[in-house]
């Protein structure tokens, strides 16, 4: 019967995957950054081990549910024909550009959904193996230890992360969109990975983040690790996040920093482009 699924069975099998993709990509590190490719612009890179490691997620995931759907940063997608629906979310490097020159910010990135619910997620640091991972209803968690978002007083004493596109007109209204952000927040943090950033939401690293035109395979296991740990996911007029905004906060400031966002108009940043 449709939406009949065992969720610790889906979890226990993206941990596994994202495991393996990212001891490729930390392996094949070296050889990869000197096969580098382009994409939307000059910025917006591709390495082999991107690649490479799409197709052992995707090959992993199809040999033990064939049945799945799926969809994939560098191209991969399936429909599915199974009775539950579950469709995989894959990003087989988050932070390619940071994969590029060694900062420690690239992840895997793997969440399996459902009837458009987010199921299970995981988010595994390539550069330092830490593993953050959550499931529907039952918490996040980060290497084996549950995790809760921060209590922040008021937006004013909270530590934000955002993210920017790679168009040059998505970049220069992005960064007028956070000149206004910033006096009105303790500090601001830019790791250039979306995954990584919303479970620095997740175990308190930071209070907050949100992004104008990230892609589902960015923000959808990252997304379900902050919800799980107690922020509030959303979009900037929706509840459900989307390429326009995704924002995710301690409940506390969800509302002011949503308020405050809306004010500086800072989903224009992606419209502005896609017209």
């Known amino acids: 019967m449709p939406g009949e699924y065992d969720i610790d069975l889906l979890l226990d099998l993206a941990l596994e995957v994202a495991a393996e993709a990212a001891g490729l990509a930390r392996a094949e590190r070296l050889a990869a950054v000197s096969q580098i490719s382009t994409k939307s612009t000059v910025n917006d890179v591709v390495t082999a081990a991107d690649k490479a490691a799409e197709e052992l997620i995707v090959s992993r995931l199809s040999a033990a549910r064939p049945h799945d759907a799926f969809i994939g940063e560098e191209g991969g ?154 922020a509030v996911v959303s979009g900037l007029d929706s509840d459900v996040p989307g390429r326009a905004m995704i924002l995710a906060a301690a409940p506390g400031v969800h509302g002011p920093l949503r308020g405050l966002l809306r004010s500086r108009k800072a989903d224009s940043a992606f419209r502005s482009v896609t017209g």
Do not use: K
């Open 77 to 230: 997608a399936r429909t599915g024909s199974g009775a539950d629906g579950v469709r995989w979310i894959v990003d087989p490097i988050d932070g390619t550009v940071n994969y590029v020159y060694g900062m420690p910010f690239y992840a895997v990135s793997l969440a399996a959904e459902a009837g458009g619910r987010l199921l299970a997620g995981v988010v595994h640091n390539i550069a330092t193996g830490t593993v953050y991972h959550a499931s529907a209803g039952s918490g996040a968690f980060r290497d084996g230890e549950r995790v809760t978002c921060n209590a922040p007083v008021d937006l004013g004493r909270s530590m934000l992360a955002t993210g920017f596109g790679y168009d040059p007109e998505q970049r220069a209204r992005q960064g007028a969109v956070l000149a206004g952000v910033l006096p009105h927040v303790r500090d601001i943090r830019r790791t250039g990975s979306a995954a990584l950033d919303l479970c620095m939401v997740a175990d308190g690293t930071v209070d907050a983040y949100y992004e104008s035109g990230p892609n589902v395979w960015d923000y959808a296991a990252g997304g379900i690790i902050a919800a799980e740990a107690g």
